[in-house]
């Protein structure tokens, strides 16, 4: 193998799929942490480019959602995560084009779920993967994927509906810069 | 509402923020070294997918890395290359010294309090920078506010910060604790040890105990409301962490000399290095800065720390 066909691959890949790596990277621990997230799970694919599947994307975001996992203290990506899913709602509202309220109420009820809920629904609604390629990311069956998709999907809706008594600013629980950005 | 309108629905809101502002230049990735192949060491266990992300001991001994087992003692200062380094010789070459002289100097600060915690603050990750003042009250009914504005000046963005009281105002290591909890906390380091680990135990924190006090002390002596006795009890309390390691002078990304401590995160690729710099002179801790393969991946740079009995200010009327 020579030295030039590694990094020529690495460069592919690595503009092909930075931004859906960073955008899992958010969703999963804010944008503070994401950057260095993207930083560490291109440097995995970087040292075992000779691993990676033909469809890469489902692999890089199950070594992002491992890097999430191991590299940080669960307060430290709870409370970026906690600042993120605000400032999502925040920035909605702040927003002038239309159907910004059910953006904002969209965003607000997706907050409020569990976290695997949470991932199933914006594996499939934001990055855009099959039931096959998520149930890859998360580690699981495609069969289990989908059940679990099925019912966050069903939380999300009745999340939707309860929407007028739900408060959108809830207290917070872990004031580490809480402004939102 | 069918299902299928729910997802459309979701992608429709997909926020902007997902959206990286750039993309770092891949070379400084394939920079690193790529192993021949991906035998595994026997050095720790660790999870398959991540197992060829371990640093090699040579790739960690090549980046000037500092491992928390580092036996504890005087060393010469470690100053990394990116860092220029006017070498006055009257700072103490290893952390525990040099600690314990930031815990003489802030012990000498005056005591205070106030309705307000004001810290003002520049923020960094990657390329992005802003700065914030952050009013939190510390008495009971007051609203709190964050302002914000570009690193490079303008003008200032009134932020409330709904939910946020004395009761909860203060973070430290990641459990936010009240303005009443920080007064009143030890002003010797082993008393001060001891409530921190019984905050340790009440979190359930899956990290390690080592991590969570250096963390806490590096609060308390940052940006936390605490008298210069906690402050300097909480130095010495650092002081006396045999895997708190010191790189010597450096210059914090305000550009502000000062002393560094530091610890890393050996995790199952890569180290993380979280730098404590504090100010010999004063004692003042000036900025926390977390650093990824020998550059500053974030960090926090305190520029004033005070007590206010003033209301919330307008954000026009800040300077």
Redesign the interface.
């Known amino acids: 193998m020579t030295h030039a066909e590694p990094n020529e691959r690495f460069t592919a890949l690595y503009h092909a799929h930075h931004a859906q790596v960073y955008a899992y990277a958010v969703s999963r621990a804010g944008r503070k942490l994401a950057d260095d997230v993207v930083a560490d799970t291109f440097l995995v694919a970087w040292r075992r480019l000779d691993a990676i599947p033909a469809a890469p994307l489902p692999w890089l975001l199950g070594v992002a959602r491992n890097v999430i996992r191991e590299r940080y203290r669960d307060d430290i990506r709870q409370a970026g995560l906690a600042t993120e899913l605000r400032a999502w709602v925040a920035e909605a509202d702040a927003d002038i084009a239309d159907g910004v309220a059910e953006r904002a109420a969209m965003l607000a009820a997706l907050a409020g779920l569990g976290e695997d809920d949470r991932e199933a629904l914006t594996l499939t609604a934001w990055q855009g993967l099959s039931a096959k390629a998520a149930a890859r990311v998360v580690g699981c069956s495609t069969a289990t994927f989908f059940v679990r998709l099925h019912r966050a999907r069903k939380r999300l809706e009745q999340a939707m509906s309860d929407a007028v008594t739900v408060d959108r600013h809830p207290p917070v629980r872990i004031p580490d810069q809480e402004y939102a950005r | 509402?069918s299902?299928r309108d729910?997802?459309?629905?979701?992608?429709?809101?997909?926020?902007?923020?997902?959206?990286?502002s750039g993309?770092?230049d891949?070379a400084?990735?394939?920079a690193?070294p790529?192993?021949e192949s991906?035998t595994r060491t026997a050095r720790r266990p660790v999870?398959p997918?991540?197992l060829?992300?371990a640093l090699p001991a040579v790739a960690l001994a090549a980046a000037g890395a500092i491992l928390l087992n580092n036996a504890s003692g005087p060393r010469a200062p470690l100053v990394q290359p990116a860092v220029s380094s006017p070498a006055p010789v009257d700072v103490p070459a290893d952390a525990g010294g040099l600690l314990l002289v930031a815990a003489e100097q802030s012990e000498s600060a005056p005591a205070a309090a106030g309705r307000y915690w004001v810290v003002r603050a520049e923020?960094g990750?990657?390329t992005r920078r802003?700065q914030?003042e952050?009013w939190?009250a510390a008495a009971p009914d007051l609203p709190s506010a964050?302002y914000?504005r570009d690193a490079d000046g303008g003008s200032w963005t009134s932020?409330p910060?709904?939910?946020?009281t004395a009761e909860?105002?203060?973070?430290l290591?990641?459990?936010?604790r009240s303005a009443r909890e920080l007064a009143t906390l030890p002003t010797t380091p082993a008393k001060l040890k001891d409530k921190l680990l019984a905050w340790y135990a009440d979190?359930g924190?899956?990290?390690g105990r080592d991590?969570f006090l250096f963390y806490s002390g590096a609060a308390l002596v940052l940006d936390l409301p605490v008298s210069p006795q906690v402050r300097a009890a909480a130095y010495r309390m650092l002081a006396a962490m045999p895997w708190v390691t010191s790189l010597g002078r450096v210059t914090d990304q305000l550009g502000r000399p000062g002393v560094a401590v530091t610890v890393t995160?050996q995790?199952?690729?890569?180290k993380?290095q979280t730098r404590l710099i504090i100010d010999p002179t004063t004692g003042q801790a000036l900025a926390q800065e977390?650093w990824?393969?020998d550059s500053p991946?974030?960090w926090t740079a305190v520029i004033a720390a005070r007590w206010s009995d003033d209301g919330l200010p307008q954000a026009s009327a800040l300077r």
Request: hydrophobic share 40%; proline share 9%.
């Open positions: 509402m299902h729910t997802l459309q629905a979701l992608a429709d809101a997909r926020p902007r923020s997902l959206d990286p993309r770092p891949p400084l990735i394939m690193q790529r192993p991906t999870r997918l991540v060829a992300g923020h990750e990657g802003v914030d952050r939190l964050a914000v932020r910060m709904q939910g946020h909860n105002n203060f973070l290591a990641g459990t936010p979190t924190a899956t990290e991590q995160r995790g199952d690729f890569g993380a977390t990824v393969a991946a974030s």
